[in-house]
Nanobody, 129 residues
């Protein structure tokens, strides 16, 4: 069992920045690919970014490319999402998730919520315009 805990959300003005953190309880954190998703009321959970186990491969949804950066520190059991140039449409609850190493890592596998084994409880990000 892996427990994930997000932090770093809050209220920020448009154009500002936030860094989200996701701390994992597992000693085998490096065995998991990590993803960030977001959700607004009445909508499905949306893929934001994903990162491979070693951090060499990353994927992003088009709307955040060039603004968001996903990273990880396996020594600290932590994944990060640096969010710059925030827009009002980035307002959502942000979740981190852990995916096991099965099969070949790809954009399709990174962005599929059903392929993730563990989820955090989410952190609210609100961007005021």
């Amino acid at each position: 069992q892996v427990q994930l805990a997000e932090s770093g959300g809050g209220l920020v003005q448009a154009g500002g920045s936030l860094r989200l953190s996701c701390v994992a309880s597992a000693r085998t954190f490096s065995n998991y690919r990590m993803g960030w998703f977001r959700q607004t009321p009445g909508k499905a959970r949306e893929f934001v970014a994903g990162i491979s186990r070693g951090g060499s491969t990353t994927y992003y949804t088009d709307s955040v490319k060039g603004r968001f950066t996903i990273s990880r520190d396996n020594a600290k059991n932590t994944a990060y999402l640096q969010m710059n140039s925030l827009k009002s449409e980035d307002t959502a609850v942000y979740y981190c998730a852990a995916q096991g190493p099965e099969a070949y890592y790809s954009q399709e596998r990174a962005q599929a919520p059903s392929l993730y084994d563990y989820w955090g409880q989410g952190t609210q990000v609100t961007v005021s315009s």
